[in-house]
């Protein structure tokens, strides 16, 4: 759990850097750490009765760092993070960056940078 966070963590510090790439790892890590904590936030904030703010203010805090990791995943499969509009595609959009995200990254230094691997 500890190195969860760690992923989790490495995306918050980084929360406003587009340039460069982040491994899949990095990427998926944060959105299954951004997952849990909005569920949970949710849950507690219906058995409490309260009318959603902190999941608001929690989402909106986390909103730069997603679009930041986001934009470095794509860059690690030699896209850039403008592709993360074809979101607005409806369905069809969400299905093909997913399967971006999902991809590999590129295994050579691409014009993003180099291989962050490789680094690690």
Known sequence: M???MNWYLRVLKNYAQFSGRARRTEYWMFVLVNLII????????AM??????????YNLAVFIPSLAVGARRLH????????????LVPIIGIIVLF????????ANENQYGINPKQVA
């Open 76 to 87: 690690d499969t030699g896209r850039t993070g403008w592709w993360m509009l074809i979101c």
């Open 2 to 4: 500890e190195r969860v």
């Open 99 to 106: 399967v971006f995200m999902a991809f590999d990254g590129d």
């Open 48 to 57: 409490i009765g309260s009318p959603g703010y902190i999941g608001i203010l």
């Open 38 to 45: 909005s569920v949970g936030i949710t849950v507690v904030e």
